[in-house]
């Protein structure tokens, strides 16, 4: 296992891991979620320049 594929945003401190069909975010707790679950709990209340999560959510 690696974890060459994984990003943690340095804003919401929260880590991704690209994966085939979508990308998978583990939370610090509760199950893991998608970039939408994280966009959604965390990165659109953040909304700060260096995030990395903050193109799941445009649109409008
Ligand atoms: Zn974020």
Redesign the pocket.
């Known amino acids: 296992m690696s974890e060459e594929n994984a990003q943690v ?1 340095p ?2 401190k ?1 880590k991704i891991i690209k994966m085939v069909g979508g990308d998978r975010v583990l939370f610090s707790m509760g199950p893991p979620g998608t970039r939408a679950t ?1 966009w959604a709990k ?2 659109r209340f ?1 909304d700060k320049p260096g ?3 903050r193109d799941a959510g445009v649109g409008g």
């Open positions: 945003c804003i919401c929260v994280l965390v990165c953040t995030c990395i999560n």
